[in-house]
């Protein structure tokens, strides 16, 4: 286990302690003299905008006044947040819907052209995400988020113009480098403007909109289907494509205006709000902002089981999501749905994810059992994946029950939107964040970006390869949950064993001391989720 730092404070002295040495051997820790200090935030390591608007330790906000400061933070920054993803998601499927269009006959597709389509433009989001993740951390997020809404929105638009496969990787890979900004950017903004235990609802609401863009996208690609060429001189794939892309860049404008960067940048609110809007979230201890890079951070991040537990969630989740998504208007229609039907039916498709993740949800706020709620929705997708191996579509009945096992293998949603959201709550410190959430996305993009490929042309239309893949992807994900909850238990019990020797040196020297830091001087300290002594896991 890594050399890390605790820290301490003295009720009437004012103490802190630090540099406290773990290791695995050794479970021993001692307080020196030379280790107190002033018990006050340590200004060289506050990112100096929220030094302005933190106060020096914690302010009481009645759960009144927490409700109204929540409602203007959802009506500003949830909003924007959920219609921008809901744009994403709609804009990344589009080329689901013109698959059935006729956009691979005229575009001249063949073999995995299609599945390509897909794949690159993750590869492309594996290039660009750790770039992308600094550059959120030290830009202006809103400003970057709206610039790159426009610049997506414009290259959306000129996939009507595309004529051949090279025409379509090139624009869909511009389209993946643009794109990776949003899901970065949303878990820094979910942690920055809301408390901890908001924060899987909060992940939940955006993340959802894959189910709307399912539902509304469904019927808006009929409405496409109904041009005709000729008459018309756009192909309704064409349609498609630019009016998605115009609306995307207008709202990119609209994004640039109305978005705050940050609580403390926010000109839409008064100043006592936005001293109120920071210390509302002092209590996550994961800090807000902080543009300074520690190398140490960084170590530490590649040290801890955490994150490639929450890489192989997003793996083993999204691996079976693309393929799954790029190919379900064609998978439903395999089941023998004419085109009218498979448009529609993917909006009952959108519907259930929705009400996967908002009973996910609901359960883990109940429950407070993360990873628990994790592998109750991993079952349906076993369940649903045998059967589509196993049954073959000769009546109506087996029609329906072949629809019905498509829908329940998306149960494991619930897992990829809970586990993003653990991410913001339990890893600190912006460097060590960073470093996690870029990790995190570039296994989500490798997952992305091979889920389409295990869907070969010649295994249509069951697919078998492509199901006995994510089979392996479920047991892999169950696996990897288990462990993690072992995990984060047996860190928990550690930090409580070395408060209770700090408590125990502390009573034995006769100092006058709290090993807990109850006002929360050091939340905004930029400390990592193991330098922080105070802080716990939520699993």
């Keep these: 286990m890594a050399d890390e730092k605790v820290s301490t404070s003295r009720q009437h002295g004012h103490a802190k302690a630090e540099g406290v040495g773990i290791t695995p051997n050794d479970q021993h820790v001692e307080l020196g003299d030379d280790d107190l200090q002033k018990d006050h935030m340590n200004y060289n390591r506050v990112d100096s905008e929220v030094a302005k608007y933190a106060s020096d330790t914690a302010v009481y906000i009645s759960p009144e006044e927490n409700r109204r400061l929540k409602k203007l933070v959802d009506r500003r920054v949830l909003s924007v947040m959920i219609f921008t993803y809901f744009l994403q998601a709609i804009d990344k499927g589009t080329m689901s819907f013109a698959s059935i269009m006729g956009i691979q006959e005229d575009t001249h597709l063949k073999g995995q052209d299609f599945s390509w389509l897909t794949t690159c433009i993750y590869i492309a989001i594996l290039i660009v995400e750790y770039p992308t993740n600094f550059a959120i951390q030290r830009l202006p997020i809103a400003k970057y988020l709206g610039t790159s809404i426009i610049l997506w929105g414009t290259v959306l638009a000129l996939h009507s113009l595309a004529k051949n496969f090279a025409g379509l990787v090139a624009l869909r890979t511009a389209l993946g480098a643009l794109e990776a900004v949003c899901q970065p950017a949303f878990v820094y903004l979910s942690s920055m403007w809301y408390k901890r235990e908001e924060q899987a609802a909060t992940v939940s609401y955006w993340y959802m909109m894959n189910g709307a863009q399912q539902m509304v996208g469904g019927l808006l690609a009929y409405c496409f289907t109904l041009i005709k060429s000729p008459p018309s001189p756009l192909k309704s794939w064409q349609a498609i494509f630019i009016a998605y892309g115009c609306f995307s860049v207008l709202w990119g404008v609209v994004v640039l205006f109305i978005m705050p960067d940050s609580p403390m940048r926010a000109k839409c609110f008064s100043e006592e709000d936005k001293k109120l809007m920071v210390e509302r979230v002092r209590s996550n201890q994961t800090g807000m902002q902080n543009k300074q890079f520690r190398k140490e951070h960084m170590i530490e991040a590649f040290k801890d089981p955490q994150m490639y537990c929450y890489m192989l969630i997003a793996f083993c989740t999204t691996l079976p999501t693309s393929g799954l998504g790029a190919f379900a208007n064609i998978i439903i229609k395999s089941f023998k ?27 883990v706020n109940k429950t407070k059992q993360n990873l628990l709620v994790m592998l109750v929705y991993v079952i349906p997708s076993y369940i649903g994946t045998i059967v589509l191996l196993i049954v073959e579509n000769k009546s109506t009945a087996t029609k329906a029950g072949l629809l019905t096992s498509y829908y329940m293998v998306l149960s494991f949603w619930a897992a990829q939107t809970l586990g993003m959201s653990m991410i913001s709550r339990n890893i600190a410190g912006q460097t060590k964040k960073t470093v996690v959430v870029a990790a995190n996305f570039i296994a989500w993009s490798t997952g992305n970006a091979i889920g389409p490929q295990v869907f070969l042309k010649w295994d249509a239309p069951r697919y078998r390869i492509a199901f006995y893949t994510h089979m392996g992807c479920y047991i892999l994900l169950v696996i990897n949950i288990v462990f993690l909850r072992w995990w984060l238990t047996k860190e928990n019990a550690r930090k409580d064993r070395l408060q209770a020797e700090l408590a125990a040196q502390v009573a034995a020297a006769n100092a006058d001391a709290a090993i807990t830091d109850e006002n929360m001087v050091h939340a905004f300290d930029d400390l990592t989720d193991r330098e922080n002594l105070n802080f716990r896991y939520v699993f």
């Design 337 to 363: 749905f004419t085109t009218l039907q498979t448009q529609l039916l993917a909006m009952v498709l959108g519907a259930y994810i929705i009400v996967v993740l908002l009973s996910s949800m609901w359960f």
